[in-house]
C-alpha cells in the first residue's frame, strides 16, 4: 500500500511499531497537513490501479497490527471477508483519523459502552477500542455489499462524502 511519508524517518526505531495518536509527536509539519487533509492517501490510486484495492472498501491495517487486533477483538478478520481494501471507507468519513467519534457525532454519546463495555479500569483510551468502532463500520459495509439496492447508495454516499471530508480537514 503506497502512502506519502507523513513521519520522521525511523520513527519506531526505539519504540518499536506504535499507531498515531493525535499529536504525535514523529509525525512531520507536512505530515500533520497531510493527514488532516487525507492527501496522505492519494498515491494509493496507483494500488488501485494495479487491482490491489478499490476506491471504497474497509482500510487496511498494517499485518502486524492486524495480527494482534485479531487476537484482541473477536471478529476483526472478518471485516475483510470477500472485500477489497479501500482508500476511503464508511470508518473513514465518520471517525477521526484514530479512529475516536468526532464529539458531535450520533455515536460520541455511544462511545463509553463501545469502548469499554465490562468497565474495566485502566484500559481508558485502548487502541482497541477504537477499532472495535472502526469494525462495526467495516463489518456495516461488508454487510451493504451483499445486496445491489444497499450498496449502491452507500458506495455513492461514501464516494460524495470524502471529498468533504478532506476540504473540511475532518481528518485529526
Request: avoid cysteine.
Amino acid at each position: 500500500m503506497l502512502k506519502f511519508r507523513s513521519m520522521k524517518p525511523d520513527a519506531e526505531r526505539l519504540t518499536g511499531m506504535v499507531v498515531a495518536t493525535a499529536g504525535d509527536p514523529r509525525i512531520t509539519r507536512v505530515g500533520k497537513f497531510l493527514r488532516r487533509t487525507r492527501l496522505d492517501e492519494l498515491p494509493q490510486f496507483l494500488n488501485v490501479l494495479m487491482g490491489d484495492m478499490s476506491i471504497v472498501g474497509p482500510r487496511p491495517e498494517r499485518p502486524e497490527l492486524a495480527e494482534q487486533l485479531a487476537m484482541a477483538i473477536p471478529y476483526f478478520e472478518e471485516r475483510m471477508r470477500d472485500v477489497k481494501p479501500g482508500i476511503t471507507g464508511l470508518a473513514q468519513i465518520n471517525l477521526s483519523y484514530t479512529g475516536k467519534p468526532f464529539p458531535d457525532s450520533h455515536l460520541a454519546k455511544y462511545e463509553q459502552d463501545l469502548t469499554n463495555p465490562f468497565k474495566m479500569e485502566g484500559t481508558e483510551d485502548a487502541l482497541a477500542d477504537h477499532m472495535r468502532i472502526k469494525l462495526l463500520y467495516d463489518l456495516a459495509y461488508s454487510a451493504a455489499t451483499e445486496e445491489l439496492r444497499t450498496f449502491l447508495p452507500l458506495e455513492l454516499s461514501i464516494l460524495v462524502k470524502t471529498p468533504l471530508v478532506m476540504l473540511r480537514a475532518l481528518g485529526t
